[in-house]
């Protein structure tokens, strides 16, 4: 079965272009979505954080978020701290929801995540796919999405590499630019790669 990465930076696209490949029948892990999921649910994980960033990390309603992005936010170490501790545990989680979808006959498994090569996990998989898209694009999706200013998306993205970085290093490149239509970007690959 071949793993395969869609990484790319944040409003670049890579969950419209997971939505295809699952559409075709391909099962997508959602990085971000299961690093949440972890923070909540996984003791060790959530023992790590409060050691880490305090009592308040946590609440009644489970993980305190904004507590916890005022503290990593800004802060380049407090951020590698956190990831330090959410990294390992999507990984983990990641290699047995792989070994689930082996079992169960797929020839290929996904993983969306912004931070493929950031987290050092590129070699882990068979193929990296990078997501990109004009970078004047990307902050104006960002800034739509999560309705925050200019400056807080170009903060987040300098925390991410650049994309010509992860484009030099994937073996597909996706446009997502409104101009190139994505079904016939991710069914070529599938045609090329037979998967």
Known sequence: M????????IGSGKSSCCRIFEILGFPV????????????????????IIQTFGEESYDENGLNRPYLSKRV??????????NAIVHPAVH????????????????????EAALTFEAGHENYF????????PQPMLIRRVMKRD???RKQVIE??????????????????ILNDGQHSL?????????????
Not at 158 to 172: D, L, N, T, V
Not at 183 to 195: K, P, T
Request: net charge positive.
């Open 2 to 9: 071949k793993k395969i990465a869609i990484t790319g930076n």
């Open 29 to 48: 892990y959602y990085a971000d979505q299961q690093a949440k999921l972890l923070m909540q649910k996984e003791i060790e994980v959530r023992q790590k």
């Open 73 to 82: 936010f800004g802060d380049r170490e407090k951020l590698d701290q956190l």
């Open 92 to 111: 983990k989680d990641l290699q047995q929801w792989i070994e689930k979808q082996q079992r169960k006959g797929h020839t290929a498994a996904i993983e």
């Open 126 to 133: 068979d193929a990296i796919i990078t997501v990109v898209a």
């Open 147 to 149: 309705r925050i200013s």
């Open 156 to 173: 987040r993205l300098s925390r991410q590499w650049p994309q010509e970085f992860k484009c030099r290093h994937s073996k597909g490149i």
């Open 183 to 195: 079904i016939f970007q991710v069914q070529n690959i599938i045609d090329r790669w037979s998967l």
